[in-house]
């Protein structure tokens, strides 16, 4: 209904989505586990990187055949690649800093409210992005500069709705924590209230405008840091979320030809009916969770986001129970 997995190759599409999801989760063990693991993940890689991604600028703005024809900057050119690779990275680094309690900063309270930051700023790229197709082809099609073909229409804007919505589903901002391992920042306030209605919008999201990548990043990326949370890493869903991500960005920006032509790539069905669809069904879980927050504060009589409100529920008392200070907070 969702995506065309049939036919000759769809033994390699499960495999290969397989292999991400799984390949996901164990370098987010990595990277969370060791620091040394995280520092490379997170400063070194990024940093090789970008003297790739800028000798392919140079090299094909001056013409050079090799650049021209670089997969990177063939298929990976838009704007919104680079802003949701580099959000993240920073997101990672300011959470091993926090984690890490790395300088003036990471030993900060202001700082705390960092994680709420830059992840407001990753959906809102997103937000962007969703707006941008609507504004481009309303009613229509366009084609991106990476050759995509996209529905500009409602989905875009009921979507784009459903992320500004989502923002404001974060709350206690300034609850962060640090595991007694020191493996993890945690964030116990953010429960399975934003993380469901979260990936709930951002799959929507990825279907809209990233049709040729979603059966990746819009589920074996979502659910990586998901089950992680779920089952052995209780408020540390949103640092999975960073790594995962910050990590699936790097390999498709410099690989982008497994999802796009290789026997592994898989396309969304692309019409606009489903997108609108799944587009209500994201707005309609981001109200219901805007309305529990609401619901949260007024019967706590606690300001959502300069409060904790989730306190006594069943995954906060569990993140909780990680944190090095629990006893002190409660």
């Not at 290969?16 to 063990?29: D, H, Q, T």
Request: aromatic residues 18%; contains cysteine.
């Amino acid at each position: 209904m969702l995506f065309q997995v049939y036919g000759e190759n769809a033994i390699y599409q499960w495999i290969g989505w397989a292999v991400v999801f799984i390949s996901l989760i164990l370098i987010n063990e990595l990277a969370r586990r060791t620091r040394a693991g995280g520092v490379f993940c997170f400063i070194v890689l990024p940093a090789g990187l970008t003297i790739y991604f800028i000798a392919i600028t140079v090299g094909a703005a001056s013409g050079a055949e090799w650049a021209l024809d670089n997969p990177t900057h063939l298929y990976m050119n838009s704007w919104f690649h680079y802003a949701k690779l580099y959000a993240a990275t920073i997101g990672c680094i300011g959470f091993m800093a926090l984690k890490y309690r790395w300088g003036a900063i990471g030993k900060s309270h202001w700082f705390k409210c960092f994680p709420f930051v830059i992840v407001a700023i990753n959906i809102l790229i997103a937000v962007v992005s969703d707006f941008e197709s609507a504004v481009r082809a309303f009613g229509t099609t366009w084609v991106s500069s990476e050759g995509v073909t996209l529905y500009g229409g409602w989905h875009n804007v009921f979507n784009g709705i459903a992320g500004l919505i989502n923002i404001f589903v974060m709350t206690g901002w300034f609850g962060i924590y640090v595991s007694k391992k020191k493996q993890d920042m945690l964030w116990p306030d953010m429960t399975w209230v934003f993380i469901i209605s979260y990936d709930i919008w951002n799959f929507c999201y990825t279907y809209n405008c990233l049709p040729t990548h979603s059966f990746y990043c819009g589920l074996a990326l979502l659910l990586a840091p998901t089950v992680a949370a779920f089952l052995w890493n209780k408020g540390g869903w949103i640092q999975n979320r960073a790594f995962t991500l910050a990590i699936w960005c790097m390999f498709a920006q410099c690989f982008p030809m497994f999802l796009d032509s290789s026997v592994f790539a898989v396309q969304s069905v692309n019409d606009p009916n489903v997108n609108l669809a799944i587009s209500i069904v994201s707005l309609l879980a981001n109200v219901a969770a805007i309305g529990y927050v609401i619901y949260r504060s007024k019967k706590l009589k606690r300001n959502p986001y300069t409060n904790e409100i989730f306190v006594g529920t069943k995954d906060y008392e569990k993140a909780m129970a990680r944190a090095e200070d629990a006893p002190k907070v409660a």
